[in-house]
């Protein structure tokens, strides 16, 4: 059975950081895309960033040059590094799993809030 986990959401000042994770249990880490999403209350959920199994990177435009996304086969884990965070960076954040053979996974979510 799938599990995706995510942790680090929290509370942080404008311009601030967080790193978020995302552990996943099963065999089928290495043979995933993985991503993050993000849903802002209103509005529909949105790809922020995505790494694939050979690890190449893209991200959405608003996150470019702030946001990092990597992971860690061996730990079977990825990450989202958020810098010089905005106000509307504030969502719920989405670890998300397709792998190669089909199907798509999610977590259940991490709550990050941009605020002074």
């Known amino acids: 059975q799938v599990q995706l986990v995510e942790s680090g959401g929290g509370l942080v000042q404008p311009g601030g950081s967080l790193r978020l994770s995302c552990a996943a249990s099963?065999?089928?880490?290495?043979?995933?895309?993985m991503g993050w999403y993000r849903q802002a209350p209103g509005k529909q959920r949105e790809l922020v960033a995505v790494?694939?199994?050979?690890?190449?990177?893209n991200y959405t435009d608003s996150v470019k040059g702030r946001f990092t996304i990597s992971r860690d086969n061996a730990k079977n884990t990825v990450y989202l590094q958020m810098n010089s965070l905005k106000p509307e960076d504030t969502a719920v954040y989405y670890c998300?799993?397709?792998?190669?053979?089909?199907?798509?996974?999610w977590g259940q979510g991490t709550q990050v809030t941009v605020s002074s």
């Open positions: 790494i694939t199994t050979r690890g190449s990177t």
């Open positions: 099963g065999t089928f880490f290495r043979l995933s895309a």
């Open positions: 998300n799993a397709k792998p190669i053979f089909g199907g798509t996974h």
